[in-house]
């Protein structure tokens, strides 16, 4: 198993946070954590509120745990809520169920880690995560082909929605007001 370098991972972090400037983002908490499950790497930004770290390592954590997107996480806590009760207790860390956790993998597919991203909503926290680990050189789960997701398990759910591009296609008049 291929290890992340704390190189690696304060990249990642660094274009995360890059990509949440692009976006006018409100102030992000990332937490990054090994194949293991342990931290690697966390930075929190000015402004940030309190109990982000533990909200970001949650969502890193449960993409880790049941080896997919955090946001697939939650669907699956939808869907079957009996399972993800008695998974939680067998858990040896706290699951959050929110978009925004990513799984940070190779060239060949093999996971090396996963952050965890809030601050903002759900899906400008998922966008960012993939800017950052892409721009560090890594994959997401989107990132591979059909065939390629077969071989490596990959559960993908539908596309995310960016919020500025679903803004962008709005009547002005109907914008909804950031709070």
Not at 47 to 75: C, H, I, M, N, P
Not at 133 to 142: L, Q, S
Request: a neutral charge; hydrophobic letters at 40%; proline letters at 4%.
């Amino acid at each position: 198993m291929r290890a992340i370098k704390l190189e690696e991972a304060l990249k990642i972090i660094h274009e995360t946070f890059a990509e949440a400037a692009r976006r006018n983002a409100y102030p992000l908490t990332a937490v990054l954590l090994d194949a293991g499950g342990r931290v690697k790497a966390a930075l929190k930004q000015d402004g940030a509120s309190l109990l982000r770290f533990e909200v970001s390592y949650g969502k890193a954590y449960g993409s880790l745990a049941l080896g997919r997107q955090s946001r697939l996480v939650l669907q699956k806590a939808k869907d079957k809520p009996l399972f993800m009760e008695s998974f939680n207790e067998l858990a040896d860390g706290p699951m959050f169920l929110e978009g925004g956790g990513q799984l940070i993998r190779d060239a060949e597919g093999e996971v090396v880690g996963a952050i965890g991203i809030t601050g903002d909503t759900n899906e400008v926290d998922d966008l960012c995560a993939i800017a950052g680990i892409r721009a560090a050189g890594f994959k997401t789960d989107d990132d591979f082909g059909e065939d390629e997701m077969r071989r490596l398990n990959i559960k993908r759910g539908p596309p995310i929605e960016d919020p500025q591009k679903a803004a962008a296609s709005k009547p002005a008049d109907r914008l909804p007001r950031r709070a």
